[in-house]
């Protein structure tokens, strides 16, 4: 290997500690090399770049509470050495109640595929439920409720949202609550102006309506303690608690007085299908609100079963989107209302510029992206209400009394069906593609039965605020 002056290697630890993981295994069957521990990684540049896994690289604390400089090698085997304890005194713990796990579960976006999520999740789901049960809540988020005292739905539910919209908005509470213990209570805050420098502090507290030192005071101090701890979300997360502990299955944000749907005379709901390669299937609902017969309403199917070579990808996308730029344009001419929908437009936005990229039609494709034509119905839920469970429209949907046409709908058993339908697996291919094409109908069918329904119903569905009195203290 020789230094290439022109490229700079990079150090990222996962991959770093991919390698090492690798050097045990070829150790562990006496296939390592007897020079030394190296191991290579070929970036985008299509370079090998050579790392020495005994080089000490890697700053990190030590028993003497001094950082330490170690190898990756080192580093690799603490953290290996750490997980199998975990284990070992997890499953000690299993036949005997009075050892303590090392670590507690959090819930995290892999537990669903994990052999020890059925260990776990009675644990959390216990009382209220732990924290980390509720939308993007991980682990850094997790261990700052923690730190606080707050362990589950139901102490964070318990917290003041007054308070925690202002922490979140930057306000230094528990500071302003210690200058202010020996004034008069009826002292507006903005007098504190002449003590206080962050003045634009004190005017975020007059417009949540603390415009007394005695006010100030009463601020909840549990709520408070969370000043300075990068609690920007705390607002939306002590809200998606108390939806969860509601007896509702979903409520009003805060504020939401008139739900806003946007309806078009010609509407099209879409979603897409993809495996590794690419997408294989763009699958169209239309709906004429105004009977103006310029498209046969229903699902429309625009798929390739052929190998998804980046050809056949472009070729195909290319007829879902010239069809739907047309029925586009036809709307327009006729002085029609036109509304594309989607459910979290980033897959679809992803492939859409990927399609314009392949076929020179990034222009077209960011112009659509971005006018009020294109909808993303994710965004319409969440920004107006709360679940305190997933947003996704396999959740969200049978709120509406919708139910999919085939079993198991998940992107999941959609790859098992793909490789059966195109050849990939033994058995009946037309089954799996009926299932595929079923099942894509059933989503964009599902897009279009939540947006009737929060159109028809949305205004009837029950504030956020009307349970705040739950929770009071």
């Given at each position: ?58 700053k990190t604390p030590s028993s003497t509470g001094q950082m330490k400089w170690r190898s990756t090698m080192a580093r690799y085997d603490f953290e290996f050495d750490f997980r199998l304890d975990i284990i ?176 078009g005379d010609v509407e099209v709901d879409v979603d897409m299908e993809n495996v590794e390669e690419g997408v294989y299937l763009w699958g169209a609902l239309v709906t004429d609100r105004a009977g103006a017969g310029i498209a046969e309403p229903g699902y429309h199917a ?172």
């Amino acid at each position: 290997a020789l230094v290439d002056p022109a490229f700079g290697a990079r150090k990222r630890g996962e991959d770093l500690l991919q390698l090492a993981h690798y050097q045990r295994m070829l150790e562990a069957a006496g296939l390592a090399a007897p020079d030394g521990r190296y191991g290579g990684i070929v970036g985008v540049e299509q370079q090998v770049v050579w790392y020495d896994l005994d080089a000490p690289i890697w700053k990190t604390p030590s028993s003497t509470g001094q950082m330490k400089w170690r190898s990756t090698m080192a580093r690799y085997d603490f953290e290996f050495d750490f997980r199998l304890d975990i284990i070992a005194v997890a499953e000690s713990s299993r036949s005997d109640p009075g050892v303590e796990p090392l670590v507690v579960p959090v819930r995290i976006g892999e537990c669903d595929e994990c052999p020890w999520w059925d260990i776990c999740r009675p644990q959390l789901e216990a009382g209220s439920g732990d924290v980390s049960l509720l939308p993007r809540i991980g682990w850094r988020q997790w261990k700052m409720h923690r730190d606080r005292g707050v362990a589950d739905r139901g102490e964070l539910a318990a917290l003041d949202p007054p308070t925690a919209r202002l922490v979140a908005a930057g306000v230094e509470v528990p500071t302003l609550q210690s200058l202010v213990e020996e004034m008069p209570p009826e002292t507006p805050v903005g007098d504190l102006r002449a003590v206080w420098r962050r003045r634009s502090q004190l005017t975020r507290l007059e417009e949540e309506g603390v415009g007394t030192v005695g006010a100030l005071r009463e601020l909840d101090a549990r709520t408070a303690a969370y000043a300075g701890a990068g609690s920007s979300a705390l607002p939306d997360q002590i809200d998606a608690a108390r939806a969860w502990l509601g007896a509702e299955p979903v409520y009003r944000r805060r504020g939401v007085h008139s739900v806003d749907v946007p309806r078009g005379d010609v509407e099209v709901d879409v979603d897409m299908e993809n495996v590794e390669e690419g997408v294989y299937l763009w699958g169209a609902l239309v709906t004429d609100r105004a009977g103006a017969g310029i498209a046969e309403p229903g699902y429309h199917a625009f798929v390739t079963w052929d190998p998804l070579t980046p050809e056949a990808e472009t070729d195909n996308g290319l007829r879902f989107w010239r069809w739907l730029v047309g029925l586009r344009e036809v709307a327009r001419g006729r002085r029609l209302s036109f509304r594309c929908y989607c459910y979290n437009e980033a897959a679809e936005n992803t492939y859409l510029r990927r399609l314009g990229q392949a076929a020179g039609i990034s222009e077209e494709i960011e112009e659509f992206i971005a006018s009020d034509d294109w909808v993303d119905m994710l965004r319409v839920f969440t920004s107006q209400f709360i679940t305190g469970t997933s947003s996704g429209l396999k959740k969200v949907a049978p709120l509406s009394g919708f139910s999919w046409p085939v079993d198991e709908p998940d992107g999941g058993e959609s790859m098992i069906r793909y490789d059966v339908a195109v050849g990939l697996e033994v058995g009946d291919a037309a089954a799996a593609r009926d299932w595929l094409l079923t099942y894509n109908r059933g989503d964009v069918e599902a897009t279009l039965a939540l947006r009737e329904w929060l159109d028809r119903h949305g205004d009837a569905v029950a504030p956020l605020e009307s349970i705040d009195a739950d929770f009071s203290a």
